[in-house]
């Protein structure tokens, strides 16, 4: 389960490097990515490069195509001496990063955009041009002349690139299966009115427990109100052996709207702050978000993407 430094996740450049010493390269690339780390996001858009993170796993690629809440992710690394024919070279001087990159568009993967922790910079067009031919190239395994660099068939140390090109398929691949809701858990979730019922914990008993009006109280023992987390910390110290994360995570799945709006990395981070703050996965954080301001009756009207992503900017403010 991935916990919740993030930030601590492990990096493309380091792990096919982790058994040698960093390259200056990889040095130089790391640095400039501590540095995109504290940059505020910009809105995603074909042709940036950035860092995507989940389950323990970080790689930085550039976005080819973005379609509804996906990214077609390429992963670039300093590794230019492993590129194959779909693969873009990119010289210092039109890379993101102060180094010259190898971006491998032949494994490009489509990635959920909350993934997306940190912009790094951007591919230029022409180059961005190039990687695009290569990669509608690379769909149908036709081997195109664009110009630029790339790698041949054969290749000094094709063992080594072999190792390079599993390890960044099995990172995008986990990556790629982030879900801000884990379906697996929806058979086990915990029922919280049974729990309630067998505690002897009545309505009545709620509206003085968790300071709560009684039709929110009702709500909430039938299983259709949300709790705050102050509540569910609350309530477990009334139900021995459950956890105050069980609780919130007993009511309704995520609204789609919600997940629509999550899908900002800007607005993800109150996600990642609250993983950081609880030290939870991130999944099990994105399941706090509409506890938040559960207790805020005048709201549940309303549940289309505007009102999330007002409430999602609301608690990225701290209001």
């Known amino acids: 389960m991935m916990r919740a430094d993030d930030s601590a996740s492990r990096s493309s450049f380091e792990a096919f490097q982790s058994r040698l010493q960093p390259s200056a390269e990889a040095v130089a690339a790391l640095r400039e990515l501590g540095r995109a780390l504290k940059r505020s996001l910009p809105k995603v858009e074909t042709g940036q490069v950035w860092r995507a993170v989940w389950d323990g796993e970080s790689v930085v690629g550039a976005l080819l195509e973005i379609d509804e809440g996906f990214a077609m992710f390429a992963p670039i690394t300093v590794d230019v001496d492993h590129a194959d024919p779909f693969t873009a070279v990119l010289a210092v001087e039109e890379s993101p990063l102060p180094v010259s990159v190898a971006v491998f568009v032949g494994l490009a993967t489509p990635v959920p955009l909350f993934t997306?922790?940190?912009?790094?910079?951007?591919?230029?067009?022409?180059?961005?041009?190039?990687?695009?031919?290569?990669?509608?190239?690379?769909?149908?395994?036709?081997?195109?002349?664009?110009?630029?660099?790339?790698?041949?068939?054969?290749?000094?140390?094709v063992e080594a690139r072999r190792e390079l090109y599993n390890q960044l398929s099995f990172q995008l691949a986990r990556i790629a299966m982030a879900e801000l809701e884990d379906e697996a858990d929806s058979d086990e979730r915990v029922s919280l009115p049974d729990l309630l019922r067998k505690a002897n914990l009545s309505p009545s008993r709620l509206v003085r427990l968790l300071d709560v009006d009684l039709a929110d109280a009702r709500a909430i023992a039938g299983g259709h109100g949300r709790l705050t987390l102050a509540q569910a910390d609350r309530l477990a110290a009334e139900l021995d052996g459950i956890e105050a994360l069980d609780l919130v995570r007993s009511a309704e799945p995520l609204p789609e709207s919600l997940k629509q709006a999550l899908n900002d990395p800007e607005r993800f981070k109150v996600v990642r702050k609250l993983a950081a703050d609880r030290d939870i996965d991130l999944t099990s954080a994105a399941q706090l978000v509409p506890s938040l301001y559960a207790a805020r009756r005048q709201d549940v009207e309303r549940d289309d993407v505007a009102f999330w992503t007002e409430i999602l900017d609301k608690l990225g403010r701290g209001d």
């Open 116 to 157: 997306l922790q940190a912009c790094v910079g951007e591919v230029g067009p022409p180059a961005m041009d190039d990687c695009l031919a290569l990669w509608r190239a690379s769909v149908i395994g036709q081997i195109i002349s664009t110009g630029r660099s790339t790698g041949g068939l054969a290749a000094d140390g």
